[in-house]
């Protein structure tokens, strides 16, 4: 009768969340505000939001001009971010407790590791968010090289952790996971070389088209 005693006289929970729903919600404030943004920008400041240190048009404007120059959509983008910052900070703490029960003893620490490294993501994107090209070039140019970094070994590390450190064999929907960890993965880390050589295209050639990062509108002062 001990069990069914505990069981009676626990503390109840006031709300009951799923996760998944919890996991749309954080997902889309990101997202949405950087939807916002970018719709914001080319109806309502195309010109001065695709400006580029070399006076060539382009079609869209950069990432980092669209969501920290001008307002409301700094704002906007600012606000999710700052929205979303604690539930992915408990999500980590959730995957750092989950890697120690699901993962073999010798590999635990690269469990650790790697939710340190996605704890560190999260804030170096809080600081390039708060702090754009314009208000604060060196921060914002650290957090940016430190979101990307981390970001990228998170993912390396969470997937091979999970592929050939668990303890035990993955059921169905954790290899349903594990190919959508390698999918991603790989889209992210394409979408990162890409932007990265059309960066340096850019700044090399000038060519009209080719999107460029904030940095280059350092010295662009809109009045």
């Known amino acids: 009768m001990l069990p069914l005693y505990e069981r009676l006289n626990a503390p109840k929970p006031v709300l009951r969340i799923p996760f998944g729903k919890v996991a749309a919600a954080v997902v889309s404030l990101p997202l949405g505000s950087f939807t916002f943004c970018v719709i914001w920008s080319l109806l309502f400041e195309f010109r001065r939001s695709t400006y580029t240190h070399c006076d060539v048009p382009n079609f869209l404007p950069s990432i980092s001009a ?42 635990r620490i690269l ?47 969470s997937y091979f952790l999970n592929k050939n450190g668990r303890r035990g064999p993955l059921i169905p929907i954790e290899e349903k996971a594990l190919k959508y960890k390698r999918n991603l993965f790989i889209t992210n880390l394409t979408a990162f070389l890409l932007a990265g050589y059309c960066f340096m295209r850019h700044n090399s050639r000038c060519e009209p088209g080719v999107q460029q990062k904030l940095k280059n509108l350092y010295t662009f002062r809109p009045v």
């Open 66 to 107: 669209a969501i920290g120059n001008y307002n409301p959509q700094r704002t906007v983008w600012r606000v999710a971010i700052c929205l979303h910052l604690p539930a992915r900070l408990a999500v980590a703490k959730i995957y750092w407790k989950y890697y120690q029960t699901a993962i073999r003893k010798n590999r």
């Open 111 to 157: 469990g650790t590791v790697a939710c340190l490294l996605n704890v560190i993501e999260n804030f170096a994107l809080l600081s390039l968010s708060l702090w754009t090209s314009s208000d604060n070039y060196k921060i914002h140019r650290n957090s940016f090289v430190a979101f990307i970094l981390c970001s990228e070994l998170y993912m390396l590390i």
